[in-house]
């Protein structure tokens, strides 16, 4: 959340107010204090009027954002003209929206991490990185170390679906192998075990149970098992 936080200075005799990002009053004061900064009041912070309610699942590719920016910052721009130059290719799109906002706060005088978590589109250790930038000047390695965890995140990714295709293949027709001789295959041979004299085995007469009691709900079976095939292709 963004707090107005209203300083006295003693060495420079004066009174200034700051805007900060924190997750309370008591973080947002702590930083100031620690620095010999005397906290007068912390308030929250009004919506600017240039910041528009944001969508937080507004469609903006994070990757693609650091690569263009690293271009115009190694390009001689600085953040703010780089941003402006984003904007001006994403005119009324959710990009535009969350140029416009990082932008307001960067007029501020908000460091650009602040600026992006107001944002709230950004992952948190994209800002993080670009906060501990900040005091280095090195933004653009900052952008270039995310999009390399960012390339080994994806292919590590792509691994894991490759690895978990043949088993859920295995699985899924085992299933449905399963399935089809409970509903079809047993309740035909069930008639002879019937006949049977003698003791019958409970692992048989729980399977035959079984499958006669599926045959006899062979629709709900199966209405429930494409709700679970619908539920795991949406996972």
Not at 59 to 78: Q, Y
Request: glycine share 6%.
């Amino acid at each position: 959340m963004q707090y107005r936080v209203r300083l006295f200075d003693s060495s420079a005799a004066a009174i200034r107010e700051q805007l900060i990002v924190a997750p309370s009053k008591e973080a947002a004061s702590q930083g100031f204090e620690a620095s010999g900064l005397v906290v007068l009041s912390v308030q929250v912070a009004a919506r600017p009027r240039w910041a528009p309610v944001l969508d937080h699942a507004a469609s903006l590719d994070v990757p693609w954002w650091c690569k263009e920016l690293r271009t115009l910052l190694a390009a001689g721009m600085t953040v703010v003209e780089a941003l402006e130059t984003l904007n001006e290719e994403a005119v009324g799109s959710a990009r535009a929206r969350v140029h416009a906002t990082v932008v307001g706060c960067l007029r501020e005088g908000q460091p650009l991490s602040a600026a992006m978590q107001a944002a709230a589109v950004f992952p948190g250790v994209l800002v993080a990185g670009v906060k501990a930038s900040e005091r280095t000047s090195a933004l653009v390695d900052a952008l270039d170390d995310y999009l390399r965890y960012h390339e080994m995140l994806d292919r590590l990714r792509k691994q894991i679906v490759s690895a978990a295709i043949y088993p859920a293949v295995v699985v899924a027709l085992g299933g449905m192998i399963t399935l089809f001789l409970l509903l079809f295959v047993i309740p035909r041979f069930s008639g002879m075990y019937a006949d049977l004299r003698g003791p019958v085995s409970w692992t048989t007469a729980w399977l035959v149970t079984t499958s006669r009691l599926l045959n006899a709900h062979w629709n709900v079976v199966a209405g429930g098992f494409a709700s679970v095939l619908a539920l795991l292709i949406g996972a």
